[in-house]
C-alpha cells in the first residue's frame, strides 16, 4: 500500500518533475524526448498539455503517471520522490491514486461493463463490498446504470470511453491521467466525454492532466501547458474563476 | 489480485479461443491417457503377482544357498567354471568347493553360532506319488514341504501346525469336495515311492486348503517333520545326505537381526535372502518394465507441452495490450505471471484430468473383455489395475509438465514494458 508522509511542513504541490530528462536509445542514436523539464500541478488541478506529435508531451505524461523511469532528474508525488518507491509501491500508486484514459479504448469486449469497470479494484484484491459500492457509483457516474451487465462490445464509442471513465473512477484517485480521450470520438460524443471529465474535476475535486493535440479540448482547461522538441514552451493559466 | 479471481481469470482466458485450447488440451488428453494405461498395466501386473505371491508368508525366515559364481548371461556366458582342489573330506566347515550341496552339520556349522537364530532345517528332498480319500479317486501328488517360519495362506482350515498334516490346493480340494470346509480334519492317504520301487503310503490329516498362488496352485504341503520321514525313507542310504538348501529361522523378525544373519552368511559363502529380498526382485522387475513403459507415455507428454508452450506464446502476442493495461493499472509481474502458469497448468489439469478419466474407462473394459477371454488360464487377473494414489501422481505429473511448458511465456508476458504493450499493433 502507498501510503503518504503528510506531516511535511514545506507547502508541496501534488505532482512536482524537476530537470525531468528522457532520452531513448535505438540503434545507437540517442533521441532526447524530453529535456530539463520542470513543472508543478496543484491539487484538483485541470490541465492540459499539448503540442505536436514528438513534441514530448505523451513522454511527460508516462513519466508523470509512474509508467517510465527518468533518465535525468525526478517526478515528486506528494513530494516524495517516485523514483525511490520499489516496483511494488509504484505499482499500487497507480492503481490506488492514478486513474488512466487513453485514446484507444482497451476494453474486453466480451466482458460486462461490470466487469472491465472493477480491474483496478480485483487487481487490488479489494473485497467484494468495497466492489459493490465502488463500482456502482462508478459507473453511475458516467451515466451507464443501465448498461452495467451489457457486454462491453455492444456499447457505442462515447459509451465505452465513458466506461472507460468509470474504470479510472473506480478506485478513488486523486489524478486522472486522459492521454487523447476524444481522440477516436465524433465531436458531439467527444464534448460529452470531456464534459464528464471536467465535472469530475469539478464536484469531486480530481487533479486532471490531459494529454490531447486538440486545441478545443485544451482551451476548456485551467491551465495549458505546450511543449515543443522536449521543452516547455508556454504555461498558461485561464483566469476566470471555474 | 486474489488468488480465487487469479485462477477465474486464468479460466476465463482460456476459454476465449475454445478451439486452440481443446487442441492444446487434447495433446495432453493423448500424453496422460497413455501414461495412466501404461501405468494401470504396470500396477495390474503388479497385483496379480503380489496376490500369487504374498500367500507363502515367513517374516524370520532366511532360505540360504552355497554361493556359485557361475556366469548367468552375458559375453561369459557357457564359460566352464574351473575345478578346485581339495582335500576331499568335505568336513563340517570346510565344504566341497565343486558343489552346491551340503550335509546337515555343515548347515548347523554355518548358522548356529549367528545371535537370534532359533533353528535350521534342511530342504528336503521329497516326491510325493498320489494323494487319495479313504476309498475315493487316488490323484497324482506334487509334494513339497514348508520349513518352521514358513506358511501358506489358506482358503479353508489352518495353516500347519505340526507332523503329520497336509496342507492341499484348492484345485485339488474342489474336486475331492465342492464344500471344501468339508475336508478340513479327514485323513487323506498319501502314497510316495520308496528307492526299490514300493509305494509307501502315510496317513495325513488335512488342516488346511491354501490360497491361489504360484507355488500353492499345484503343490501340497507338509512339515519338515514330515517332510524328513518321506525323505529319509526315499534318499539312497550308500551315500551321505546332501541338501540344495536351508532355511534359518530367527527368534524374531528384529529386522537388524535378519540383516545381521544375511550379512554373515553371505561372508561365509552363502546366498541368504528371506522371502520378501525374493519378492521385492519379482516386484523390482516388474517396476523396470513399467518404468520402460512410461517413458514412452512421457515422450508423448514431452511433444504436448510443445504445444502448451505454442499456446501461451500465441496467447501473449494477442494479450500484449490487455497485460499493458494491467500493468498501466498496477498489476505486478508476479501476478502476470501467475495469470499465464495457471492457463498453463489448468490446461495441463484438464489433459490429464480426461486423459485419466478416459484411461481408466478403456482399461476397465480391457479387463472385461479380457477376462472373458483368458480367465481359465489366469483367475484373479486384471491387465489393468487403477489406483487413486498413481492416477493423483499422474495427474500432478501432468501438471508439473504443464507448468514448466508455461514459465518461458509467462516470464515473456511479466516482462513487457506497459507502455510499448499499450502501443502494440
Known sequence: MYSLRTASLRLTFMLETRDLSKTYHSDGVDYEALKNVDLSISRSDCLAIVG????????????????????????????????????????????????????????????????NVVLPLRIRGASAAEIDTNVGNAINAVGLTDKKFKKAKDLSGGEKQRVCIARALVSDPEVIFADEPTGNLDSVTGAAVEETLFNLNREKGITLVVVTHDSDLASKCDRVIEMKDGRIVSDTARLEAK | MKTWDLIKTSNRNLFRNKLRTFLTVMAIFVGSFTLTMTNGLGD????????????????????????VDRPVGGPRAGTPAEYKENNGEDGDADFDPNSVLMTEPQMETAAH???????????YNIKGEYIALDVGKKYQLDLGMLSEGINAKTEAGRPLSGDGQIIIPIGLARTMDAEIANLIGKTATVGYKLPDGKIKTVALEIVGVATKGFMTNYASFVSAGTAKQVHEDQRPKDLPDRFIAFTVQMNSN????????????????????????????????IGIFKTGMNLFAFVALLAASFGIINTLVIAVMERTKEIGLQKALGMGRGKIFAIFSLESVLIGFWGALLGSLGGIAVGLIA??????????????????????????????????????AGVMPAIRASRLNPIDSLRYE
Open chain 2, 44 to 67: 495390474g501386473m503388479r497385483d496379480y503377482v503380489e496376490s500369487q505371491v504374498k500367500n507363502i508368508e515367513g517374516d524370520r525366515v532366511i532360505i540360504v544357498r552355497k554361493k
Open chain 2, 254 to 285: 528384529d529386522a537388524a537381526a535378519i540383516e545381521n544373519a544375511k550379512s554373515k552368511l553371505a561372508a561365509r559363502g552363502f546366498e541368504a535372502d528371506t522371502i520378501a529380498d525374493n519378492d521385492k526382485r519379482t516386484y523390482d522387475a
Open chain 2, 113 to 123: 553360532d549367528i545371535a537370534g537364530v532359533k533353528s535350521v532345517t534342511p530342504r
Open chain 2, 367 to 404: 479387463n472385461k473383455v479380457l477376462i472373458a477371454v483368458y480367465a481359465s488360464s489366469f483367475e484373479g487377473f486384471s491387465l489393468f489395475a487403477f489406483k487413486p494414489l498413481s492416477i493423483a501422481l499422474v495427474m500432478l505429473l501432468v501438471c508439473g509438465i504443464a507448468f514448466v
Open chain 1, 52 to 115: 505536436k506529435s514528438g513534441s514530448g508531451k505523451s513522454t511527460l505524461m508516462h513519466l508523470l503517471a509512474c509508467l517510465d523511469m527518468p533518465t535525468n532528474g525526478g517526478v515528486y508525488f506528494d513530494g516524495r520522490d517516485v523514483s525511490l518507491l520499489t516496483e511494488r509501491a509504484k505499482n499500487s500508486l497507480r492503481n490506488e491514486k492514478f486513474g488512466f484514459v487513453f485514446q484507444q479504448f482497451f476494453l474486453n469486449g466480451r466482458d460486462t461493463v461490470f466487469e
